[in-house]
């Protein structure tokens, strides 16, 4: 079979599908702390970190600095490592707390997201923590939200990296993998693909070199996670203070490669139905877990649709090849569909761009106009109801003074 190739460089097939025997099991530090419940400021067990828990650590910078700097008092600042519901379990210098959101960031429909640097005032007379702002976001990870207001959904916050995960079989597509890198790159992170079960594939060079067709300079890796091969090709990116957000569909294997990388199992996993290679999820919350070696890995529920949102410049940045090729066209407005002299059409028919690449792209390019109108729309009933709001607390205050 040969080496199979992983962006520019090779690793052994052998390397893939063995196994390392020497790989030492996890040691919990001493941070780990015995849950105890003080309503609704619970602190947490912390099984998955290593060595002393600093700020800096979890990826503080010099931007976290200046904007938390503000706040003069007894405030700490922490970085929010999962989400349930209306709770969130915060990291701390020396520990982790479960708690809540002020009224006001409630009123302000402002919420954290797995990834968030947060604070909290520090009041130990009253026993009572809740997150009362959220520092700016360095790179923010989003999607377009379900529904018809056109809304993004913030999945991670402050992240360096994304794993996009897809694994060999059924779930390998390149038009999927074609719409994550255009949600990434918007994000402001780095994407790297990643191809679990390459043990599974019977050429998983080929699979590589497939996405690499794709993916311009983005790195592919295959990886085995569940028989910790070819894991080495991940190290570049798991350094110390880093952020890494793995995304992919139910069943590709995400909480295997953090189990993996952990050298513990700290998620759940399940299997995948045999007949279309389709998961269930296993993973039900986003979840910030620190590795041995200093990075930080956030698992995701599966994604059963990603929809782009306002991702336009992502759009650009995931198809080089054809707005390259744009340049050539007759008409600077060129939609690429029957126009003469269009030189991206004229590159289809010579065999130099795949038609199915050109197509979906024409497709994810109508969808981002479709959400871009969509978002405009949502933003006016928002600022229509805004100033009904506004109206009445006028009016309110009016009658109070007549009274």
């Not at 699979?207 to 790195?219: C, T």
């Not at 590795?291 to 599966?302: S, V």
């Not at 933003?379 to 003074?401: G, M, P, T, Y």
Request: charged content about 25%; proline content about 5%; hydrophobic content about 40%.
């Amino acid at each position: 079979m040969g080496d199979v190739l992983v962006s520019t460089y090779t690793i052994p097939t052998d390397e893939i599908f063995q196994s390392n025997p020497q790989q030492k099991p996890f040691e919990s530090s001493g941070l780990t702390q015995t849950s105890r419940e003080t309503g609704m400021n619970e602190t947490t067990t912390t099984p998955h970190m290593a060595g002393p828990l600093t700020l800096q650590a979890l990826g503080w910078d010099e931007a976290c600095d200046a904007a938390f700097a503000r706040y003069s008092g007894p405030y700490s600042a922490g970085r929010v490592s999962s989400r349930h519901r209306t709770v969130f379990d915060v990291l701390l210098a020396g520990g982790s707390v479960r708690t809540g959101i002020s009224g006001a960031l409630r009123r302000l429909g402002r919420a954290p997201a797995v990834g968030d640097f947060v604070v909290i005032p520090d009041r130990p007379d009253d026993g009572t923590r809740m997150i009362v702002d959220i520092l700016p976001r360095r790179t923010t990870f989003s999607r377009g939200a379900p529904g018809e207001g056109g809304d993004e959904q913030v999945i991670a916050a402050n992240i360096d990296t994304v794993f996009i995960v897809t694994a060999a079989g059924a779930d390998f597509n390149l038009r999927r993998l074609e719409r994550y890198l255009a949600v990434v790159y918007v994000s402001g992170a780095r994407p790297v693909i990643v191809i679990n079960k390459a043990d599974l594939a019977e050429d998983p060079g080929d699979l590589v070199m497939r996405a690499s067709a794709v993916a311009g300079n983005v790195p592919v890796v295959a990886v085995s996670a569940l028989r910790e091969g070819g894991l080495s090709g991940l190290d570049e990116f798991l350094q110390p203070g880093r952020t890494i957000a793995l995304i992919g569909s139910s069943g590709v294997g995400k909480s295997t490669i953090i189990n993996a990388l952990m050298a513990g199992a700290v998620q759940e996993t399940g299997h995948v139905r045999e007949w279309d290679g389709k998961g269930r999820h296993t993973t039900s919350v986003r979840q910030l877990c620190v590795l041995p070696g200093g990075a930080m890995l956030i698992d995701n529920p599966g994604l059963r649709e990603i929809r782009l949102g306002t991702a336009g410049s992502g759009i650009r940045e995931a198809f080089p090849d054809v707005l390259e090729l744009a340049r050539g066209c007759r008409y600077p407005d060129c939609r690429h569909e029957s126009e003469p002299g269009c030189a991206v059409r004229e590159a289809v028919c010579e065999g130099l761009l795949p038609e199915e690449r050109l197509m979906s792209y024409l497709r994810l390019a109508q969808e981002v106009v479709f959400q871009t109108e969509k978002a405009k729309i949502g933003l006016k009933r928002l600022e229509k109801k805004r100033r009904k709001v506004i109206s009445k607390a006028a009016r309110e205050f009016r009658d109070d003074k007549r009274r």
